[in-house]
């Protein structure tokens, strides 16, 4: 009986303290933003800030500039297509993603066609209007795993508040204050 009640209690106390942390931490187990209307979040964003624990992140992040990505839907029917034009070796280049939707709206995945690598993209809170928090997760280069969280903003120049609500973001899926940046504006490509 005492035993018994004593497993009972821990996992209760697992359930209280672990579990929230599995849900923040581990993979999978996202928040994705409520009633998620994804005609409402199409239409052109600025990525302002970045946040990343890959080493290839670390690498480049000095060199690289707040982006424009525009969201719309795919010509291949029910994905969609971001394409983001960026400044890159002092040159505009442009990437296209395509979306496929993923096991809840707000979700998408995304294939590399280039590495095959795979991502899960999650909108985890957005006001459609202003700003919106992404996490991506997946595997970059030979397959090492990483997390990027991304801020999203309809305009180029951010409130400071939403510079804190990205850090704090960044913060609960694991990523520290080193693994934020961001992101300057570039003088040409996005204007
Ligand atoms: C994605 O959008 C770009 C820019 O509008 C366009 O050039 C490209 O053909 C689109 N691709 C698909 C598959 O929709
Ligand atoms: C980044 O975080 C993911 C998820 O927590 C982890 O699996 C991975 O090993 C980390 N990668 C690096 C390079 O630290």
């Excluded at 670390?58 to 969201?71: E, H, I, N, Q, Y």
């Excluded at 999203?152 to 080193?178: A, P, V």
Aim: with cysteine; hydrophobic share 35%; aromatic share 10%.
């Amino acid at each position: 009986m005492t035993a018994l009640r004593m497993l009972w209690m821990g996992l209760v106390l697992l359930g209280l303290l672990g579990f929230p942390q599995t849900l923040a931490q581990g993979e999978g187990h996202v928040s994705v933003q409520p009633n998620f209307q994804q005609g409402k979040f199409l239409g052109p964003w600025y990525v302002v800030a970045l946040a990343s624990n890959s080493t290839w992140f670390r690498d480049k992040r000095t060199g690289m500039f707040m982006c424009k990505s525009v969201l719309a839907p795919s010509t291949d029917g029910g994905s969609l297509n971001l394409t983001s034009i960026f400044l890159r070796r002092n040159q505009c280049e442009t990437k296209i993603m395509i979306l496929q939707p993923g096991k809840v709206p707000g979700q998408f995945n995304y294939r590399s066609p280039h590495s095959g690598n795979t991502q899960a993209i999650s909108v985890v809170e957005t006001n459609y209007n202003e700003y919106a928090l992404l996490l991506s997760t997946g595997t970059k280069g030979m397959g090492q795993p990483f997390r990027m969280t991304s801020l999203y903003s309809r305009t180029q120049t951010i409130k400071d508040e939403l510079k804190k609500k990205f850090t704090t973001f960044s913060h609960d899926y694991g990523l520290t204050e080193e693994d934020i940046v961001f992101l300057p504006q570039p003088d040409k490509c996005i204007k």
